[in-house]
């Protein structure tokens, strides 16, 4: 089974997916308009998250900055596969055409996902 973040968790995957490494500071100012909270809230968040593999952190010129750990294509599937499946009580796969125009995915990432999707009814959760 895929882990599948929080909201809060990934938020901040989004901005390291564009751009990393970065430092908890750049983290928030990045994230802030999105999450509305506190730096001390993106501080305990990227601790759980480190906790749970989700980043990695490692010191650059004596600055603390975290990278994604998890997979962008494969995050954004089990997410697309919790959805369809917890929220919407679907059991077919997503359509690929719900993330065009995402600003989040190219074009080859996009079809990994729709790979991913199909494949969805023979996935193990």
Request: charged fraction near 25%; aromatic fraction near 6%; avoid cysteine.
């Amino acid at each position: 089974m895929s882990v599948i973040p929080s909201v809060s968790e990934l938020s901040l995957l989004k901005v390291l997916w564009k751009d990393q490494p970065l430092s908890a500071r750049e983290l928030h100012e990045r994230a802030v308009a999105e999450l509305d909270w506190s730096f001390s809230s993106t501080r305990k968040t990227l601790e759980r998250m480190l906790d749970k593999q989700m980043v990695s952190q490692h010191a650059q010129h004596g600055v603390q900055v975290y990278r994604a750990q998890l997979d962008k294509v494969t995050t954004l599937a089990a997410f697309a596969r919790d959805f369809g499946r917890r929220v919407m009580e679907i059991d077919a796969p997503l359509p690929v055409n719900m993330f065009t125009g995402s600003k989040l995915v190219d074009q080859q990432e996009l079809a990994e996902l729709e790979q991913m999707l199909q494949d969805w009814p023979d996935a193990k959760d």
